[in-house]
Each structure stands twice: as structure tokens, then as C-alpha cells.
């Protein structure tokens, strides 16, 4: 039987040294290149020099060590990175698009992208279709002949709606659609090309990076799509600029080697969260509880190994309750109460009012958002019973239990 595919064994198995045999490979430190030869100074502006680097903006080598694991991890010929996952994710839609083009996309997404998707595409006059992404039919209805993109998160934030990849890839095969997903929740524990789609991007301010440091970003895809975006005179990548700092891919690359094993323990914690949520009768969404409507499909388009994710969401109903509930347990030292996710401290906000505050409140409660939605990024707690017993207790000091 055909061994399936393991990203953290792929990531393993990429050997890059430094020239001095370091096992980290060495920084370069340099925005320009030089050259002895002119000649190979023009080919090199024109893609054609292999091995050689002009400028920064373009590639660096310690951006193409990270961009060489990203691609092994997600099994794509390529990758690039960005200064953030917004620079990913509009780099890969701006490439695909042109003026009067048109963009399916799962209404639940990250805010700062629903906000591109809704609001800035309009100068482009593209047209944007906002769909339930679990309901494959209005999906198929939404694409037209001139969809240039269907996007989508592999579990969706905040809702943790699981996309149905594979059924979403068959739509867009023969029709000119690029299925462009955002991984950004779920490393490892999918792997999106493998699933069907064309172009994964990540935030890897979160899960990736680990360590709130920083804000990163990464597009894995085809090396014709890498080469696209990174062309002197058409890519976007290229004339926009999102490039990342190659200091930072540095810090980045030594974080991917331990990703695996902090994937396995922030869904360990989260499930143990869940199990215990459900035994007090609370309002919860976990992907990994059989109560989850995907819960079938994420077993089924998994990688085993690295549980259900981290990302878990408890609904107190109101903004007015959320506010006190995230006040207390940031006192009690549950966590922080902060934006952002995939830290190895637990972090908790109200989606509604921070980072899904773009979407407008009706468009909230069409998609089911509740406005008491308190979204946990479980940490690497050593102790998660002590952390639950914390947790429990501010619900019952506010007397929500
Ligand atoms: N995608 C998802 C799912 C996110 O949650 C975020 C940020 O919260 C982003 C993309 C944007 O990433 P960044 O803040 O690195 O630009």
C-alpha cells in the first residue's frame, strides 16, 4: 500500500546546511547580489540564471530555505513568503484576477480578508460572491464562467466549519477556477494540495511561527504560479513588495522543526477542553466533537496524526457576557485575552467584536457568528485539567454555569 503522505516527514527529510556545515543554514543578510559577469547578471533578471540571487525583493536565500520546507510540508513544487498572511493571501488573488473578473468565497473567513474580498476588490470592479462553504450546491450555483478564484479556510475562522476540498477542487477543474485555500488554522493536520487545491496560503504569524514574534505569510503552489508572481514585469509578489524580512525566515525555519509536535499537543489540550465543556452542558464548537456537522469530514480528509487543531470557540450568548468572561479568565491567568492564535499560551477574544468586526453585523448573524463567541487558541499547557478547572471557574463565578 501507497505510504500517505506526512508533512512533518517531509519537512524532516529537507537537508539544508549552512556553508560552513552549520545546521542552520547561514542568514544572508543582503538586499543586492553581485556579479562578475554582466551576462549572468541579465539572465538572472530574467529568471534565467539558476542558483544565482539579484535582489531581495525578489528572492534571498534564506527566504528560499523557509520557501523550500513550506513546499516540501504542503507537497507543492514551490512557495514564496510574504511580510504577512494578508500579503499572501492578497498576492495570490490579485495575481489571479483581472478587472471584471469574479471571486467565489466562503462568507465565513477571516475578517481582514472578507474586508479585501468585500471591500477593496471593488476597485478593480471585481466582483465578489459570499457563499455558505459547507453548502456545495449554492457554491456550484455561485461559480460563472469568469470565476477566476474559489476561496476558501480549510477549517474557517471563527466558525470552524470544515471545507469539503476535494468536492470544491472537482468544481473548479476544466473551468479556468483556481481553489486558493488558507491553511492558516490547520498545518499539518491538512494538507490542502494533497486535497485538491491549487494554492495554499498561510498566516504564519500563528501555528507555523509559534511564538508571537512576528507576522509572516506563505503562498505554496505550483512552480509556474511562483514563477508568475515573482516576474519582473507582471507578478504581483515582485511589483507590490510583500516580501518577508530573510531574518525572520531564519527564526521561521528553526520553528517548522517543532511544529509537528506542538500541532499533537495543542489538539491534545483543546480535546481534552471539549470533552469536559460538553460534560458541564456548555455551548462550544469543536470540529473534533462527533456533534460537529464536519466532524465526518474532517476524519475523512485528515492527516491522523495531529488531532483536530487547537482553534475552539464557547458561545456565552452576548457581547455584554463575553467582555467579563475574557476580563476574569485573563486574571485568573486562563491565557491572554488577545487576537491571534497558534501561540504556546492561550489566547482568547470575542470574534464578533475584534477579528471578525469587519463583517457587518447582520452579515454576522446571517452566517451564525454569535455575538457572545469567545474564540480559544489553546496553548501548550502542561496542566490543561488546571487550566479547564480555571476556566470553569470564571463561568461560575459569572454564574453562566
Ligand atoms: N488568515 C487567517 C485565518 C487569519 O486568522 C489571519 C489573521 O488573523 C490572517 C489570515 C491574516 O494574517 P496576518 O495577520 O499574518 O496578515
Request: charged share 20%; glycine share 8%.
Amino acid at each position: 500500500m501507497a505510504k500517505k503522505f506526512d508533512p512533518a516527514t517531509a519537512v524532516q527529510n529537507v537537508n539544508q546546511f549552512g556553508e560552513f556545515g552549520g545546521v542552520n543554514p547561514s542568514i544572508t543578510d543582503s538586499a543586492t547580489f553581485t556579479f562578475l559577469s554582466e551576462k549572468t547578471m541579465i539572465d538572472a533578471f530574467h529568471g534565467e540564471a539558476e542558483g544565482c540571487f539579484l535582489y531581495s525583493r525578489h528572492w534571498n536565500p534564506s527566504n528560499k530555505y523557509l520557501a523550500d520546507a513550506l513546499a516540501a510540508m504542503e507537497g507543492t513544487e514551490s512557495a514564496w513568503v510574504t511580510a504577512s498572511g494578508m500579503g499572501a493571501i492578497t498576492t495570490a488573488i490579485l495575481q489571479l484576477c483581472d478587472t471584471g473578473d469574479h471571486v467565489v468565497t466562503s462568507v465565513t473567513t477571516y475578517g481582514g480578508t472578507f474586508a479585501f474580498l468585500k471591500n477593496y476588490l471593488k476597485k478593480f470592479k471585481i466582483d465578489v460572491t459570499f457563499v455558505n462553504i459547507t453548502d456545495l450546491e449554492s457554491v456550484r450555483k455561485a461559480l460563472r464562467p469568469n470565476t477566476k478564484v474559489l476561496y476558501t479556510e480549510t477549517m474557517t475562522n471563527p466558525m470552524l466549519q470544515i471545507s469539503n476540498l476535494p468536492e470544491l477542487a472537482k468544481m473548479t477543474r476544466n473551468n479556468g477556477t483556481k481553489l486558493v485555500v488558507d491553511n492558516t488554522f490547520t498545518p499539518m493536520i491538512f494538507s490542502p494540495f494533497k486535497l485538491g487545491a491549487d494554492i495554499v496560503v498561510y498566516s504564519m504569524t500563528k501555528f507555523i511561527n509559534g511564538k508571537n514574534d512576528c507576522v509572516a505569510g506563505a503562498i505554496c503552489a505550483s512552480q509556474e504560479f511562483i514563477n508568475d508572481i515573482s516576474d519582473v514585469n507582471t507578478g504581483t509578489a515582485m511589483l507590490l513588495g510583500p516580501v518577508l524580512d530573510p531574518l525572520r525566515s531564519s527564526s521561521i525555519l528553526k520553528n517548522l522543526g517543532t511544529l509537528h509536535i506542538r500541532m499533537q499537543k495543542h489538539s491534545e489540550n483543546a480535546m481534552y477542553l471539549a470533552e469536559r465543556f460538553k460534560e458541564i452542558d456548555l455551548k462550544f464548537i469543536y470540529p473534533g466533537m462527533p456533534e460537529h456537522p464536519e466532524y465526518e469530514l474532517m476524519r475523512e480528509l485528515m492527516n491522523e496524526d495531529y488531532g483536530y487543531g487547537g482553534m475552539i470557540a464557547i458561545d456565552v450568548e452576548t457581547a455584554e457576557k463575553a467582555a467579563p468572561f475574557m476580563e476574569v479568565m485573563q486574571e485568573k491567568g486562563v491565557g491572554y485575552h488577545a487576537v491571534s492564535l497558534g501561540y504556546f499560551k492561550t489566547l482568547f477574544s470575542n470574534s464578533g467584536k475584534s477579528t471578525s468586526s469587519e463583517v457587518p453585523v447582520d452579515i454576522q448573524k446571517e452566517m451564525g457568528l454569535s455575538p457572545g463567541l469567545v474564540r480559544f487558541s489553546v496553548g501548550l499547557d502542561n496542566d490543561i485539567e488546571r487550566t479547564y478547572e480555571m476556566i470553569k471557574s470564571c463561568l461560575f463565578e459569572l454564574k453562566y454555569i
